[in-house]
């Protein structure tokens, strides 16, 4: 099977992105993303369960069968999610009291599951661990992304306590862009998730429809057909 | 996977339960590695933010004890464990801290205190909370000053039936837009200050005439 690296990577960052075509991961992405440095954290945990889950799950697969596969998919997930949840506690321990309650929500991604199903298990090692960091990538920007848009429009800061997440070298991050604003709260609660998503999944189809435009090729919506 | 030359012990039932207890036992393995290895940093770290939280609700100038050293175990009004830190100078119980909950209006509100031995508030501090940002949140103390009203109060001052917020006929203000809230966090408080009054004998004993261990 040969491993088409540029192709795995473009299809994890944008054309089969986790959240804006294969609308998966929503619980934990619109759990956290209040503020960006949060999903940030968020991403970032993701990114080190779904690599680790792609070098696993392509490892053993020679040995795992079809009928018990799930199970033991959920289980090294499961092992993961749990191990990362320990480290971050023990040694990102301010960020675990801000994201702690939504590391146990990365079992439930589904992405990282379905990629294990459809990618990991068919593919080598180094073709999985490269799925998996290209996913997690993807996930992350748009972790990153709609964080951000909240964050502005509803504490009008942006990357507030970053210096928590990546140390205080990065305070310089931490911006404010709205001075004395009072806050727009809608943004902030879940509501404001949906509906900032909303905009971010329209502004990517406008974005794929001028791509393919000028590509000059008729089936304008096929990336996001073909996986939707 | 579904390769069809798949060799036929694969097929046993044998085999998939072993296959499904080996991955459950390397699972288990490695869970318990990673908590040996992260336990000891994780009860550091929360034996910080207990001393962290301690020192904002009773001041440094009133203990030369550690705050955390020799605990007492009481048993609250509700039958519940209460675990009460004491700050001591010299030999003297100058004041204590301990956590009460407030039924706010997304879940309990988790409050620290701290008293002193004349049964004045030395502050209360909310320790974790699932209150409506914007609107509930106003009770920690980075976001207002209405925690700190606390500060000085007592039983008796103001009068039993001015521990209430304003729209139930207290003096504590409530928020715009938020009740329950301010209410919660009054009632805990003014809880927290009756378990101080009935059980403040055996708090604030001097642990009954033993020789007392000196914080170094």
């Avoid at chain 1, 619109?30 to 799950?57: D, E, P, Q, Y």
Wanted: charge should be negative; hydrophobic fraction near 50%; proline fraction near 4%.
């Amino acid at each position: 099977m040969s491993a088409d690296y540029k192709r795995i990577t473009k299809d994890g960052i944008w054309d089969n992105n986790v959240v804006f075509s294969q609308l998966l991961a929503l619980c934990p992405l619109l759990a956290v993303t209040g503020t960006a440095t949060n999903g940030l954290g968020m991403g970032l945990a993701s990114i080190a369960v779904m690599v680790a889950a792609g070098f696993a799950v392509a490892l053993f697969r020679g040995i795992i069968t079809p009928q018990v596969r799930i199970p033991v998919f959920i289980l090294i997930i499961a092992t993961l999610v749990t191990l990362v949840d320990m480290f971050m506690s023990a040694w990102l321990h301010d960020l675990h009291k801000v994201l702690g309650l939504f590391i146990p929500l990365i079992v439930t991604n589904c992405a990282i599951l379905g990629r294990a199903e459809t990618f990991s298990s068919r593919n080598g090692l180094l073709p999985s661990m490269t799925d998996g960091l290209m996913m997690g990538l993807g996930f992350t920007l748009a972790l990153v992304a709609l964080g951000a848009f909240r964050e502005v429009l509803g504490s009008g800061t942006l990357f507030a306590n970053a210096a928590l997440l990546l140390g205080d070298a990065f305070s310089f991050m931490e911006l404010t862009l709205i001075p004395e604003y009072r806050g727009f709260l809608l943004m902030i609660l879940p509501p404001g998730g949906f509906i900032a998503l909303g905009f971010i999944l329209a502004a990517k189809r406008v974005i794929d429809r001028k791509l393919t435009e000028r590509k000059g090729l008729a089936e304008a919506d096929a990336p996001a057909a073909a996986t939707g | 996977m579904s390769d069809v030359s798949e060799p036929s012990y694969r097929q046993r039932i044998g085999y998939q339960a072993g296959l499904l207890g080996g991955f459950a036992t390397l699972a288990a393995t490695l869970l318990v590695a990673g908590n040996l290895v992260t336990q000891g940093p994780i009860a550091e770290n929360q034996r910080r933010d207990l001393i962290r939280s301690l020192e904002r609700v009773i001041p440094a100038e009133i203990h030369d004890n550690q705050l955390l050293d020799a605990p007492l175990t009481v048993t609250g009004p509700a039958g519940q464990e209460m675990t009460v830190y004491r700050a001591i100078q010299g030999e003297t119980v100058t004041g204590l801290a301990y956590k009460v909950a407030g039924n706010g209006y997304a879940g309990p509100i988790h409050i620290i205190m701290g008293v002193k031995r004349t049964g004045e508030v030395l502050g209360v501090r909310v320790l974790a909370h699932a209150e409506t940002p914007g609107l509930g949140d106003k009770i920690e103390v980075e976001r207002d000053d209405w925690i700190l009203s606390f500060d000085g109060l007592r039983l008796g001052e103001p009068p039993e039936s001015e521990w209430a917020v304003k729209k139930d006929g207290g003096r504590f203000d409530q928020f715009t837009g938020a009740t329950i809230t301010p209410r919660a966090v009054v009632n805990a408080v003014k809880d927290g200050l009756e378990f101080f009054e009935a059980n403040k004998g055996q708090l604030l004993a001097s642990e009954g005439g033993v020789e007392i261990e000196r914080g170094d």
